[in-house]
C-alpha cells in the first residue's frame, strides 16, 4: 500500500510539523496496520532549508502475505530486500532509497517559497519492477490570469514540470521499468472555455481597480431573469451560482475541459474518471460535499501511469472487477483535497517479460 501526500504538515508546517512524527508513529503501531509487517516512510519535514523542501510525504506499507520485496537503491544501483519498519524524515537529500528534486524557482516565479517538486523510489515484488512517484505540481495563481488564454499560462507551467519528471525517471542512468506517478498534479479545467460553456447566455461586467485600471474582478449575469448573477470572477473567487454541474453524474459533463494530460497520451495512462472533482472542497467538517468558492472544481488529484504499467495491471484482470480508481470520503470532509486510490492485483508472471532485463529478483 503506497500513499502519497502533498503538504505534510498542513499549510502552517512551522507549528504543525512537530505533530507528524508522533502521528506516523501512532499510524505504524495502529491496530488497522498490524498486517503490515514492514514499512518505509519518508518525509520531507526540513522546512528551513527553503532550497530543497518540497513537504512530501510518501509511505510504504508491506503486507504480510508478500514474501519477497526489493527496493532499489540509487546509490548502490542495486536491489535490497526490505524488512523491518523505517521512518526518514528532516534531509531526504542523503536517502540512497529515493531520488528527490524540488522544481527550480524559475519554473515559477510568481511564488517565492515554492514547495513543488517529486520523490521517487523503485520496488520489485516476485518479477514485476516498478517506479512509484509522489509528485506536486504547480497550481493557478490567479483565476482572472487562467481566465485569458486557453490553455491558460499555469497550465503550460505544470505541462514543462511534467515533462521534466518524465524526462528524468526514463533517462540513462537506471534501467527502465514501468512507473506510477501519483500525487496532485494541480491540473485544472480550461477555465477559459468552463467560463464561456456556463456563461454562454451571460453578459460580463468588468471591473477595475481605481487606482491602476487593473481588472479585478469579472461578474457575469443573465442576459433576462432580473440580471441574475451567474458567476462572480477574482483572483482567489470562482462563486458560481449552481454547484450541482460539478457534482451531477460526478461532473462527468465538464471532463471535456480537463485537457492537460492529453499532450502527455503517449506517455502516460489514466483509467477512466468516474468520481468528481476532487477539490477546492470545503474545510468545514459539517460540508463533506460542498466545494469551496475559491477556484472552479476540478481533478487535481490523479494516478497516472506508463503504458508498460497500464498493460501489467490489465493483463492481470479477470471478469471480477478487480482494477478500482475512485476518491475517498465523498461525504466526509477531508480537508480541501478528495484524496483519490488505485486498487488492483498483479497477477504472477505479469511482469516476466521484463523481468530477464532488470534481474531485481537476484538476492544483493
Known amino acids: 500500500m503506497a500513499l502519497h501526500c502533498q503538504e505534510f504538515g498542513g499549510k502552517n508546517y512551522e507549528a504543525s510539523m512537530s505533530h507528524v512524527d508522533k502521528f506516523v508513529k501512532e499510524l505504524l503501531s495502529s491496530d488497522a496496520m498490524k498486517d503490515y509487517n514492514r514499512a518505509r516512510v519518508y518525509l520531507d519535514e526540513n522546512y528551513k532549508s527553503q532550497e530543497h523542501f518540497t513537504a512530501l510525504g510518501s509511505f510504504y506499507f508491506l503486507h504480510e502475505s508478500l514474501k519477497n520485496i526489493y527496493q ?17 524524515s528532516d534531509t531526504l537529500e542523503s536517502t540512497p532509497m529515493l531520488e528527490k528534486e524540488k522544481f527550480p524557482q524559475d519554473y515559477f516565479p510568481e511564488c517565492k517559497w515554492s514547495r513543488k517538486g517529486f520523490i521517487r523510489t523503485r520496488w520489485c515484488i516476485t518479477d514485476c519492477a516498478f517506479d512509484l512517484v509522489n509528485i506536486h505540481l504547480f497550481h493557478d495563481a490567479s483565476n482572472l490570469i487562467a481566465w ?56 460580463m461586467q468588468t471591473v477595475r481597480a481605481a487606482d491602476t485600471n487593473e481588472v479585478v474582478k469579472l461578474i457575469f449575469r443573465e442576459s433576462d431573469n432580473d440580471r441574475k448573477v451567474m458567476l462572480q470572477l477574482e483572483k482567489k473567487l470562482f462563486d458560481y451560482f449552481n454547484q450541482d454541474v460539478f457534482r451531477d453524474n460526478n461532473g462527468t459533463a465538464l471532463l471535456e475541459f480537463d485537457r492537460e494530460l492529453s499532450v502527455f497520451k503517449d506517455r502516460l495512462y489514466e483509467l477512466d474518471i468516474s468520481f468528481p472533482p476532487s477539490y477546492p472542497y470545503s474545510e468545514d467538517s459539517s460540508q463533506g460535499k460542498q466545494y469551496m468558492n475559491t477556484r472552479c472544481p476540478a481533478w487535481c488529484d490523479r494516478i497516472l501511469m506508463s503504458h508498460s504499467a497500464k498493460e501489467l495491471i490489465l493483463k492481470s484482470e479477470n471478469d471480477e472487477k478487480i482494477v478500482i480508481y475512485d476518491h475517498i470520503g465523498p461525504n466526509v470532509c477531508m480537508g480541501d483535497h478528495k484524496p483519490v486510490f488505485l486498487s488492483f492485483r498483479i497477477a504472477a508472471g505479469a511482469g516476466k517479460p521484463i523481468a530477464n532485463v532488470h534481474k531485481c529478483c537476484v538476492v544483493q
Do not use: M, W
Not at 536491489?79 to 521512518?87: A, L, P, R
Open 148 to 203: 485569458e488564454t486557453s490553455p491558460s499560462v499555469y497550465s503550460g507551467i505544470r505541462h514543462k514540470a511534467l515533462g521534466y519528471v518524465l524526462d528524468r525517471i526514463i533517462d540513462q542512468r537506471f534501467e527502465k521499468v514501468s512507473y506510477f506517478v501519483f500525487g496532485d498534479f494541480n491540473f485544472r479545467l480550461d477555465a477559459k472555455a468552463v467560463v464561456e460553456t456556463l456563461c454562454a447566455k451571460a453578459t
Open 72 to 88: 532499489f537503491d540509487f546509490k548502490a544501483k542495486k536491489y535490497k530486500k526490505v524488512t523491518g519498519k523505517e521512518i526518514y
